[in-house]
């Protein structure tokens, strides 16, 4: 119930192409989901979030689709490029409390110039 | 900027030793956390704090104990470490009812 899936572990993708990091959950409750980026020697850090009263949320190249019926989410970056690469973590939570965030198993996306 | 702050990047330990690992934040945060991140395993609480002298156990507890004395100081104790707690170790806080999670930049301990 409270786990959430990542896939792919690992991604290769040419430079100026389409990354695509799927996520998907159980516990219906959950009612934020961010992504964090992750880059080596370095904590992660919030990308982008979305809550499940819409469907897409788009910052610049980054933009996250969400699918509520079939409890999955995805990361989208347009234009990837070598900068990008780095470990994607997704999560999920209940807003209330100390906010537990439950983490997917993380992707390392390498972005190939 | 927020600011969280680990005592160590890297440890070495011996099997059995106690170990200490210390996280500071400075917005004022309520809310602390300590993840372990393995490969593959993604981020998992060991333990997290709501308040001074408050505490509650993460998925992984076992093995681990905390410390929460001061607001900005959120304190990880392993009693007695083992080579499986070999990983790298995040803490993070978050408070004032926003929902970001500020990570600090991990102790790598290894232990022998």
């Known amino acids: 119930q409270q786990q959430v899936k990542q896939s792919p572990q690992s991604l290769i993708v040419q430079k100026g192409g389409i990354s695509i990091i799927n996520c998907a959950y159980e516990?219906?409750?959950?009612?934020?989901f961010p992504w964090y980026q992750q880059f080596p020697g370095k904590g992660p850090a919030l990308l982008i979030a979305i809550r499940p009263d819409v469907s897409e949320k788009k910052e610049g190249r980054f933009t996250i689709s969400f699918n509520k019926s079939a409890k999955q989410f995805s990361l989208h970056i347009m234009d990837s490029q070598p900068g990008d690469s780095a470990t994607y973590f997704c999560?999920?939570?209940?807003?209330?409390?100390?906010?537990?965030?439950?983490f997917g198993q993380g992707t390392r996306l390498t972005i190939n110039p | 900027d927020v600011k969280v702050t680990q005592s160590s990047r890297y440890l070495v330990k011996r099997t059995g030793e106690k170990v200490f690992l210390e996280c500071v934040q400075d917005?004022?945060?309520?809310?602390m956390f300590w993840y372990r991140q393995d490969p593959g395993l993604g981020l998992r609480l060991i333990y997290f704090s709501y308040d001074v002298k408050m505490k509650e156990k993460g998925d992984i507890p076992e093995g681990y104990s905390v410390s929460r004395e001061k607001k900005e100081r959120f304190s990880l104790i392993l009693e007695s470490a083992s080579t499986n707690q070999t990983s790298m170790y995040l803490c993070?806080?978050?408070?004032?009812?926003?929902?970001?999670?500020?990570f600090g930049p991990g102790t790598r301990l290894l232990v022998l």
């Open positions: 516990n219906t409750a959950f009612d934020y």
């Open positions: 999560a999920a939570t209940q807003f209330q409390g100390a906010q537990k965030l439950v």
């Open positions: 993070a806080s978050t408070g004032g009812g926003e929902e970001t999670q500020y």
């Open positions: 917005m004022d945060h309520e809310n």
